[in-house]
T-cell receptor
Framework: GAGVSQSPSNKVTEKGKDVELRCDPI?????LYWYRQSLGQGLEFLIY????????KSGLPSDRFSAERTGGSVSTLTIQRTQQEDSAVYLC?????????????FGEGSRLTVL | GNSVTQMEGPVTLSEEAFLTINCTYT??????LFWYVQYPGEGLQLLLK?????DKGSNKGFEATYRKETTSFHLEKGSVQVSDSAVYFC????????????FGSGTQLTVLP
């Protein structure tokens, strides 16, 4: 597609369940980022992929959070044993490394609500 | 580490009013600076950017000047429109290989007709 695509757009789950969020970046973009946007707060960096490897996982808040990327394209963010504090909008962005000028192209996000 | 401090909102203005949203930053080295905008129901999109001191970024009537001496990148527009209602995020990009963005907390702007 023309832009970054994320699914699902909305997810409501019960505390303790696992969730998977998917991101399909812009074709040809080798860099992929996950951010979290909590209510009333800015964007919090979670993880960065260059190709299929993740050289920077420093933002993952706990070991319940993991992400993978396959084929240098689609990425999945998995949250295990969800907690209410995980409720947020999860944003994916991609960038055309090495032409990267710092501009990221964002998807519309996946809104997660943990009851 | 890098950080961005952004003017807190929400900000409500009448159409054709002058807009300023303040942004200051802390960073090592010489970051690139950005303003992103999030319109209702849409993803974040780049509004403007500046990559070195004294550069002025501009787009859609918005401007921001990279001020190294005051570590600021304030967003301005001379005459806002209802369609400018959105959330505005100031951000910086370090010089590392990851070039991840560090964002401010966002400022909600509402323009009334």
């Amino acid at each position: 597609g023309a832009g970054v695509s994320q699914s699902p757009s909305n997810k409501v789950t019960e505390k303790g369940k696992d969730v998977e969020l998917r991101c399909d970046p812009i074709s040809g973009h080798t860099a992929l980022y996950w951010y979290r946007q909590s209510l009333g707060q800015g964007l919090e960096f979670l993880i960065y992929f260059q190709g299929n490897s993740a050289p920077d996982k420093s933002g993952l808040p706990s070991d319940r959070f993991s992400a993978e990327r396959t084929g240098g394209s689609v990425s999945t963010l998995t949250i295990q044993r969800t907690q209410q504090e995980d409720s947020a909008v999860y944003l994916c962005a991609s960038s055309p490394i090495p032409q990267n000028t710092g501009e990221l192209f964002f998807g519309e996000g996946s809104r997660l609500t943990v009851l | 580490g890098n950080s961005v401090t952004q003017m807190e909102g929400p900000v409500t203005l009448s159409e054709e009013a002058f807009l300023t949203i303040n942004c200051t930053y802390t960073a090592t080295g010489y970051p690139s600076l950005f303003w992103y905008v999030q319109y209702p129901g849409e993803g974040l999109q780049l509004l403007l950017k500046a990559t070195k001191a004294d550069d002025k970024g501009s787009n859609k009537g918005f401007e921001a000047t990279y001020r190294k001496e005051t570590t600021s990148f304030h967003l301005e527009k001379g005459s806002v429109q209802v369609s400018d209602s959105a959330v505005y995020f100031c951000a910086l990009s370090g010089r590392g290989s990851a070039r991840q963005l560090t964002f401010g907390s966002g400022t909600q702007l509402t323009v009334l007709p």
